[in-house]
């Protein structure tokens, strides 16, 4: 959910109120045509540059706390990516969606690292009662993303419309392809929500962070030792 993303922004928009450094839009542009990703054709974008100014400009803190923290998950999500032979470059998905907080949830209650809402949990085998809640169980919720994601790749045989219907669901992006402005995202774009209007942009944003947040002096802050250095305790179902 992009919503949970701007309150992220904000929080760390406060922490640093007076670093406003300027980013070379120019260089940026230089790079995110260089990278190669197998899910979307990194491009410039004012959207795209609006998310990076949060990134590597105003929200700096809370984006170094975040390149922390996918030491806990991304080797897990590789493995599952890996596993159902997806392209490891969605793992960028999560930062869109949780900014890696297992127990985010946003406005309309989308909760966990991919922000399912509980029907959708419950369409991909997750249970979500009162008792559990699987969505922030970071396998199986892992496990059940991937499922969802190379089901909508099946149906549309794009990756950025694929991960646009993850954001808006299908329907809105079939309804979208079915005006006939174009068959991309980018074509169809304009009759999209504005929220999933954003979300390539902001995947590309995702992913570049994860290429070259070194070349913007951000140093990754890692969390405690004991978050680190852990297993799984795997249990079964009554």
């Known amino acids: 959910m992009l919503t949970l993303f701007l309150c992220f922004s904000l929080e760390t928009q406060a922490k640093n109120p007076t670093n406003e450094t300027e980013l070379d839009e120019a260089e940026i542009t230089r790079r995110l ?8 054709k990194p491009r410039y974008d004012p959207v795209v540059m609006s998310y990076l100014k949060t990134y590597l400009v105003r929200g700096r803190e809370g984006t170094e ?15 599952v990516l890996f596993q159902k032979d997806l392209p490891e470059e969605l793992k960028a998905l999560s930062i869109v969606e949780s900014a890696l907080h297992n127990r985010a949830i946003s406005r309309v209650g989308a909760m966990g690292l991919w922000q ?3 029907p959708t949990a419950r369409s991909l085998g997750l ?12 396998r199986r919720s892992t496990e059940a993303a991937a499922t969802y994601l190379k089901s ?5 045989s794009d990756w950025e419309l694929a991960i646009a219907a993850y954001n808006s669901g299908s ?5 979208a392809l ?17 929220e999933t209007a954003n979300y390539v942009p902001a995947f590309i944003a995702a992913s ?10 951000l140093t990754p802050k890692f969390p405690a030792e004991e978050l680190l250095l852990t297993t799984s305790i795997w249990y079964t179902r009554i």
């Open 178 to 194: 079915k005006r006939g402005r174009g068959s991309n995202y980018w074509a169809i774009r304009g009759d999209l929500p504005r």
């Open 152 to 156: 909508l790749y099946k149906q549309f």
């Open 33 to 40: 045509h260089a990278m190669e990703n197998r899910v979307v």
């Open 171 to 175: 329907g809105r992006v079939i309804r």
């Open 116 to 118: 399912f809402m509980a």
């Open 65 to 79: 706390q975040m390149l922390g923290r996918r030491f806990i998950y991304f080797p897990l999500f590789e493995d």
């Open 208 to 217: 570049y962070l994860l290429e070259n947040f070194e070349k913007h002096g």
């Open 127 to 138: 249970q979500v009662d009162a008792n559990i809640d699987e969505r922030r169980d970071t």
